[in-house]
T-cell receptor, first 110, second 116 residues
Framework: GQNIDQPTEMTATEGAIVQINCTYQTSGFNGLFWYQQHAGEAPTFLSYNVLDGLEEKGRFSSFLSRSKGYSYLLLKELQMKDSASYLCAVRDRNTDKLIFGTGTRLQVFP | DAGITQSPRHKVTETGTPVTLRCHQTENHRYMYWYRQDPGHGLRLIHYSYGVKDTDKGEVSDGYSVSRSKTEDFLLTLESATSSQTSVYFC???????????????FGPGTRLTVL
């Protein structure tokens, strides 16, 4: 089966750095996605990791360790608009479907 | 962003009535998905389609059916709505490359359904 864990809520200060962790157990792993979802809106794609290592995209970076079943999303120079939920999703190699975690709600304070 | 619309955006209905939600895309993506999102559960896959008239069940398919008669449209039907189906429903698409293999999913704006 599949299981994805991420913290329910996090808080941080504007201008700071925050790391959102995601751990997973899956019978067949074929990539990990991060999505951002503002309240009342649709999820939007942030990053996709299929190989180990760090992928950097502007203020956002995503890291993957397949051997540890672990990923993190790193947000730098936090802005108020970064207040949102961040969803971790694993692509199951056997079914080709995405399995989503319950999301981490990030609140950024001035 | 990816040319996906959902209709209606909001609906209130009564228990026992049939409901159909529509997802329309203008991107010619191969795959289409229906998810529901509930507090504490994250996004859960209801049904998906990998081509016209080709559909399959997701993890929470009971009480739902789908149809895809055209590439651009994917319909979700609640045959007899129940209060447990009160949720936000998202449509998503993927497979926009020429081989139909890109995995990134783009989401529609969502439909908020309330079943009284």
């Amino acid at each position: 089966g599949q299981n994805i864990d991420q913290p329910t809520e996090m808080t941080a200060t504007e201008g700071a750095i925050v790391q959102i962790n995601c751990t997973y157990q899956t019978s067949g792993f074929n990539g990990l996605f991060w999505y951002q979802q503002h309240a009342g809106e649709a999820p939007t794609f942030l990053s996709y990791n299929v190989l180990d290592g760090l992928e950097e995209k502007g203020r956002f970076s995503s890291f993957l360790s397949r051997s540890k079943g672990y990923s993190y999303l790193l947000l730098k120079e936090l802005q108020m608009k970064d207040s949102a939920s961040y969803l971790c999703a694993v692509r199951d190699r056997n079914t080709d479907k995405l399995i989503f975690g319950t999301g981490t709600r990030l609140q950024v304070f001035p | 962003d990816a040319g996906i619309t959902q209709s209606p955006r909001h609906k209130v209905t009564e228990t026992g009535t049939p409901v159909t939600l529509r997802c329309h895309q203008t991107e010619n993506h191969r795959y289409m998905y229906w998810y529901r999102q509930d507090p504490g559960h994250g996004l859960r896959l209801i049904h998906y389609s990998y081509g016209v008239k080709d559909t399959d069940k997701g993890e929470v398919s009971d009480g739902y059916s789908v149809s895809r008669s055209k590439t651009e449209d994917f319909l979700l039907t609640l045959e007899s709505a129940t209060s447990s189906q009160t949720s936000v429903y998202f449509c998503a698409i993927s497979g926009g490359d020429s081989a139909g293999t890109s995995y990134e999913q783009f989401f529609g704006p969502g439909t908020r359904l309330t079943v009284l």
